[in-house]
């Protein structure tokens, strides 16, 4: 009997390319020195054992998320040829790459849980990779983060529309003086920073003009309200357009 083609054996495995990680001081055992425990692709603790600086991965996966993985794996490259895949330590750990991977495998993606431990690694990953619809979930997902200086600077970093905007307004409206000095080696995003400023230095302004043209009025209605007397329509719109103009 022959099987159907959707059953048949691929000639390749399933794990038929090797990703390898930059050691520190050539030392393959602490590939990783992160602290933090991630998550592991089997969805086991691995965290005691040693990590080790290589990754088999399906080919087959890479290249259907990313484009640039699957260039990468095409006849004539280099990767094709070796079955070899190197990733700067710049990029990331090997043990960022198993969540990120885990992200990108059918049978795992929805049980991962994005967290402060991460989210920082995968993000990364997505962006080199260009593995597009990750990185616009991540964008959704980071608007649940709180918002802070080195967000801000991430968001542009990775193009992320969304929490770009969310982290300057909340970095602008930040009354505990946030540590702004990250921002000198980012210049287009301090000139945003500064913008949002100033537009809030200028709708503060407008506010005000708008309370002093309402003050004739205001100290009409304190009038009659000392007097025990009730208020007219009027009266009730200086109010309310104060407290908008307040908010």
């Not at 965290?47 to 998320?65: F, I, K």
């Not at 983060?145 to 542009?156: G, K, T």
């Amino acid at each position: 009997l022959i099987s159907p083609p959707s059953l048949r054996m691929s000639s390749m495995s399933f794990d038929d390319v090797i990703m390898e990680f930059e050691s520190v001081g050539g030392d393959a055992g602490s590939a990783d020195s992160s602290p933090e425990k991630l998550a592991n692709l089997d969805g086991s603790d691995h965290a005691n054992e040693p990590e080790t600086n290589e990754r088999s991965v399906s080919s087959h996966v890479l290249g259907m998320a990313s484009l640039v993985l699957k260039a990468m794996l095409a006849a004539g490259m280099e990767e094709s040829r070796s079955r070899r895949i190197k990733v700067s330590r710049d990029i990331g750990t090997a043990r960022q790459f198993d969540d990120f991977y885990s992200c990108l495998l059918p049978a795992t993606a929805w049980t991962v849980s994005i967290h402060q431990e991460n989210v920082d690694g995968i993000l990364a990953f997505s962006d080199y990779y260009q593995v597009i619809l990750l990185k616009l979930e991540f964008d959704r997902a980071l608007c649940h983060f709180p918002p802070s200086v080195d967000r801000l600077v991430q968001a542009h970093k990775y193009g992320l529309s969304d929490q770009y905007k969310r982290c300057v307004a909340a970095v602008a409206s930040d009354a505990g003086k946030p540590d702004l000095s990250v921002l000198k080696d980012h210049p287009s995003v301090l000139f945003d920073f500064l913008k949002r400023i100033q537009n809030q230095f200028s709708d503060a302004r407008v506010a005000l003009d708008n309370i002093k043209a309402l003050r004739p009025t205001l100290l009409d209605v304190c009038a009659r309200i000392s007097m025990g007397m009730p208020l007219g329509p009027e009266e009730c719109t200086a109010i309310l357009s104060v407290c908008s103009a307040l908010t």
